[in-house]
């Protein structure tokens, strides 16, 4: 692997990780400014999806990732005497992942090697990570269904990532959910959570939280979203970069609702 191709493998979950952040600013209402949080959540992003790899210099780069996040989180700590408010909250996320990892290689001893928990923990921590982290403890129960909505959606994502996985964890003993419901059932279940995080978005609506300029790209994206992985697993000549391709949505989706918001309706 070329080194240049191996800066955008590691680097392109850390942009998604940044993606789904940035839109949780712009459905909020908030500036798309970035800030020492998007610096830990890029550098932890590829931290935790490459840690354990086999090959030495991806552990190298992701542990200079890890320590790049680190400096972020760290560094307004020393403006602030005490612990700022995202800073609070990573301790969950952080401890999700420790588990679902199990800190060994290739990262099955964990929740990762329970079937049934693996998409749903997933879910739990990137939406944790996107949508809680950037707004106020005092907010959350206010964006609570942007919240739900955001964990259906990566949860669609993990169980499609399962079926690109299929080989791989079948070599190194994993059994997914998507492995024992087989590929139908599970595009049932990924098209299942698609529709959850749309209904979501329209009872975001109903609530105010955002309006129909943000709502309508995010529906379709949610629905380009069901296409796109139903016609990527036909691609088996795309097999190499059907994980990437699968998190392309999550840079896709906030590309179409920053377009919404850029409309002067």
Same mark, same amino acid.
């Given at each position: 692997m &070329?080194?240049?191709?191996?800066?955008? %493998?590691? =680097?392109?979950?850390?942009?998604?990780?940044?993606?789904?952040?940035?839109?949780t600013r712009l459905l909020l209402g908030f500036s798309l400014v970035p800030g020492w949080l998007d610096g830990f959540v890029l550098g932890g992003a590829v931290f935790? +999806?490459?840690?354990?790899?086999?090959? %030495?210099?991806?552990? $190298?780069?992701?542990?200079?990732?890890?320590i790049g996040g680190g400096v972020c989180f760290f560094i307004p700590l020393l403006?602030? *005497? =005490?612990i700022?408010? @995202?800073q $609070?909250?990573? #301790? /969950? *996320?952080?401890?999700?992942?420790? #588990? +679902?990892?199990?800190?060994?290689?290739?990262?099955?001893?964990?929740? %990762?090697?329970?079937p049934a928990a693996k998409p749903f923990v997933v879910a739990l921590a @990137?939406?944790? !990570? &996107? !949508?809680?982290?950037?707004?106020?403890?005092?907010?959350?129960? %206010?964006?609570?269904? !942007?919240? /739900?909505?955001?964990?259906a959606f990566i949860f669609a994502l993990a169980l499609a990532y399962d079926l690109a996985d299929l080989a791989y964890d079948r070599r190194h003993g994993l059994t997914t959910l998507a492995a024992q419901l087989g590929v139908k059932t599970t595009f049932v279940l990924i098209n299942g959570a698609l529709t959850v995080a749309a209904l979501c978005c329209l009872a975001n609506?109903?609530?105010?939280? +955002?309006?129909?300029r943000l709502a309508v790209p995010l529906l379709l994206s949610l629905a380009? =979203?069901?296409?796109?992985?139903?016609?990527?697993?036909?691609? &088996?000549? @795309? =097999?190499?970069?059907?994980?990437?391709?699968i998190d392309a949505l999550m840079v896709g989706q906030f590309l179409m609702v920053w377009a919404g918001a850029m409309l002067k309706i």
């Open positions: &070329t080194a240049l191709r191996l800066f955008f %493998r590691m =680097s392109w979950i850390g942009i998604c990780a940044l993606s789904m952040l940035a839109q935790a +999806y490459n840690f354990t790899h086999r090959d %030495r210099l991806h552990q $190298t780069a992701a542990w200079l990732a890890g403006k602030v *005497p =005490s700022t408010t @995202w $609070t909250g990573v #301790l /969950f *996320p952080a401890i999700l992942w420790l #588990l +679902y990892y199990g800190l060994q290689r290739p990262g099955n001893a964990g929740l %990762r090697g329970v @990137w939406a944790w !990570v &996107t !949508v809680l982290l950037p707004v106020l403890p005092d907010e959350w129960s %206010r964006v609570a269904v !942007v919240f /739900f909505g955001r964990a609506v109903a609530l105010d939280i +955002y309006d129909w380009l =979203s069901a296409w796109w992985l139903w016609f990527l697993f036909q691609k &088996t000549a @795309w =097999s190499g970069w059907h994980k990437v391709l």
